[in-house]
């Protein structure tokens, strides 16, 4: 299957559901963005921050950037004009940072909330708890350059079905509860950034909004 192909196939998968692709295209060359780019597919998630900036000047300038993987403050700054989504906030100094970064340029940034749902030490993440501080947190609330639209997670790298469903169910249960509860005017409830290759068709049955899909669409890295 062509890079074409495989957009067309999750633009169909997609239809009529809440939820959108994220082409990921990280180590992949520019050539092969420009094909999903044509094929239709305007959201690619990128890793590294170099990788991403190098790219995004390469490319159309409509086309939606978002950081999925794990931020460094020192790196927020490169980022800062154009990101469209960070997936992956995991501490109230980055998101402070973030801000800070956004009033630079006069943006509101989005962001989501990385929560660690893996039985892996390998993953990075808030606890539910430790979100839950963070998004009641006044230090949070004050942030005006930043919005917090909603939670990423990923699941543990395993055969076991019912894992992963039990782990995407847990996020979903938890993102139903914060929409419930009072949260500062900076926060919406709204994505929830679940599913990859090998996982999107659970993440989606789990009510996944934004699933995030590499390899199945480019190939192995
Ligand atoms: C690489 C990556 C993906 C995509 O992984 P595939 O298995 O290739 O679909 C999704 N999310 C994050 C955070 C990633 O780093």
Request: glycine residues 6%.
């Amino acid at each position: 299957m062509s890079i074409t192909q495989n957009i067309q196939y999750f633009n169909q998968l997609l239809e009529n559901t809440p939820c959108r692709l994220i082409a990921v295209t990280k180590t992949k060359p520019v050539a092969m963005l420009q094909e999903a780019y044509e094929a239709g597919c305007k959201q690619f998630g990128e890793n590294r921050v170099q990788e991403m900036m190098e790219k995004y000047e390469q490319l159309p300038g409509d086309i939606d950037w978002h950081l999925i993987g794990h931020l460094q403050t020192n790196k927020v700054k490169y980022i800062a004009p154009f990101v469209r989504l960070i997936h992956s906030i995991d501490s109230l100094k980055l998101l402070q940072e973030v801000n800070k970064q956004g009033a630079k340029y006069n943006r509101v940034i989005e962001c989501l909330l990385q929560i660690y749902i893996a039985q892996e030490e390998t993953k990075f993440g808030l606890s539910f708890e430790e979100a839950e501080a963070l998004l009641q947190s006044p230090e949070a609330a004050q942030l005006a350059n930043i919005r917090i639209v909603g939670l990423m997670g990923m699941a543990t790298l395993t055969d076991s079905r019912e894992q992963i469903r039990r782990e995407f169910r847990g996020l979903k249960q938890f993102f139903e509860q914060l929409k419930t509860k009072t949260l500062p005017a900076n926060t919406e409830m709204k994505e929830l950034s679940m599913g990859m290759s090998g996982d999107y068709q659970l993440a989606l049955q789990e009510g996944s909004t934004l699933i995030r899909v590499g390899s199945s669409i480019f190939g192995t890295r």
